[in-house]
């Protein structure tokens, strides 16, 4: 059965940065889009960033354009997402999840930014 | 961006009895390849979200036939013929025709 397993959540300071990790097992990472979808305490889903299989493309959620990184590495079947400059409405559960329509979904890790 | 919105945004059911839930988007989700990407997702209380139908009405690996979805251009719905107790949580719309990728606010589902 196709996994997702994210980790690199955390408490870091406004202005801070984290770097999320995704490691996929059970279907050919290589093939498939991934996103990073967020989710707010107790609010809804919020779509952050995607890259395609291979890497050349990647869009992302204004809000955090030009502070977020989305990346992969199709040899370690890992999904990246660097966050600097973190701001306190960052603080979310992070998704990862397979596809541009996505599929299946990890269980998320918990970024909190706070002072 | 495409703002998707969700109706009712808490609808509680009878076991048993059917639910519905509208999404409706701010510009068409047709897609220049001719595909219409809008999708449904169920997260239950404490889960992940998981995807129901993908494309207005394709079921998902696995999803019970009971839960169908219907629409064109900017209308859609999600019908559950018979809301069982597993069904309880929050439902989203989402569509991947254009960036950014949009959610509608989700409707939550409770057994009356």
């Known amino acids: 059965e196709v996994q997702l397993v994210e980790s690199g959540g955390g408490l870091v300071q406004p202005g801070g940065s984290l770097r999320l990790s995704c490691v996929a097992s059970e279907f050919t990472f290589s093939r498939y889009w991934m996103s990073w979808v967020r989710q707010a305490p107790g609010k809804g889903l919020e779509w952050v960033a995607n890259?395609?299989?291979?890497?050349?493309?990647?869009h992302y959620v204004d809000s955090v354009e030009g502070r977020f990184t989305i990346s992969r590495d199709n040899a370690k079947n890992a999904l990246y997402l660097q966050m600097n400059s973190l701001r306190t409405e960052d603080t979310a559960v992070y998704f990862c999840?397979?596809?541009?329509?996505?599929?299946?979904w990890g269980q998320g890790t918990l970024v909190t930014v706070s002072s | 961006d495409i703002v998707m919105t969700q109706t009712p945004l808490s609808s509680p059911v009878t076991l048993g009895q059917p639910a519905s839930i509208s999404c409706r988007s701010s510009?068409?989700?047709?897609?220049?390849?001719?595909?219409?990407?809008l999708s449904w997702l169920q997260q239950r209380p404490g889960q992940p979200p998981r995807l129901l139908i993908y494309k207005i009405s394709n079921r998902f690996s696995g999803v019970p036939d009971r839960f169908s979805g219907s629409g064109a251009g900017t209308d859609f719905t999600l019908k559950i013929s018979r809301v069982e107790a597993e069904d309880v949580g929050v439902y989203y719309c989402?569509?991947?025709?254009?960036?950014?990728?949009?959610f509608g606010q989700g409707t939550k589902v409770e057994i009356k």
């Open positions: 890259i395609k299989e291979d890497g050349s493309e990647k």
């Open positions: 510009q068409s989700l047709v897609h220049r390849d001719g595909n219409t990407y």
């Open positions: 989402m569509q991947a025709t254009q960036f950014p990728r949009t």
């Open positions: 999840a397979r596809g541009d329509n996505p599929n299946y």
